[in-house]
C-alpha cells in the first residue's frame, strides 16, 4: 500500500489492531504515509473503514444473537389439504 516504505495492507491493519486511530500513528507504527504521501489518501480509507467496523463490533458485544428457529409447518394442514389433478 505503500510503495515508499514499503508497507502492506496487512502491516497496516496490524497497526490499527494494536491501537493506531489516525494516520499519523499509523506512520509512527509502521513508517506508512511518511514520505512521499501519496499513499495517505488509501490509508485513511482503510483506516476509516476499520474503525467503523470496530465500532460496530463494540456496539454488538454482550448482544448475542438470537438464533431464528423456522416457523412449524402444521403437519396436519399439509395432510388434510385435497390434492388437484390437472388434466392436461
Ligand atoms: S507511497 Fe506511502 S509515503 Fe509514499
Known amino acids: 500500500m505503500c510503495h515508499c516504505k514499503?508497507?502492506?495492507s496487512?502491516?497496516?491493519d496490524s497497526a490499527i489492531?494494536?491501537?493506531?486511530?489516525?494516520?499519523e500513528e499509523i506512520g509512527a507504527s509502521c513508517g506508512a504515509g511518511t514520505k512521499c504521501g501519496g499513499c495517505v489518501p488509501l490509508i485513511e480509507m482503510l483506516?476509516?473503514?476499520r474503525l467503523s467496523l470496530n465500532?460496530?463490533?463494540?456496539t454488538n458485544k454482550g448482544s448475542v444473537p438470537t438464533p431464528q428457529?423456522?416457523?412449524?409447518?402444521h403437519q396436519t394442514a399439509i395432510h388434510e389439504t385435497p390434492v388437484q389433478?390437472?388434466?392436461s
Not at 17 to 23: I, P
Not at 69 to 73: D, F, K, L, Y
Request: net charge negative.
Open 6 to 8: 514499503g508497507v502492506t
Open 10 to 12: 496487512r502491516q497496516i
Open 17 to 23: 489492531m494494536a491501537g493506531a486511530e489516525s494516520v
Open 47 to 49: 483506516l476509516e473503514s
Open 55 to 58: 465500532a460496530k463490533i463494540e
Open 69 to 73: 428457529t423456522p416457523a412449524p409447518v
Open 85 to 87: 389433478l390437472i388434466a
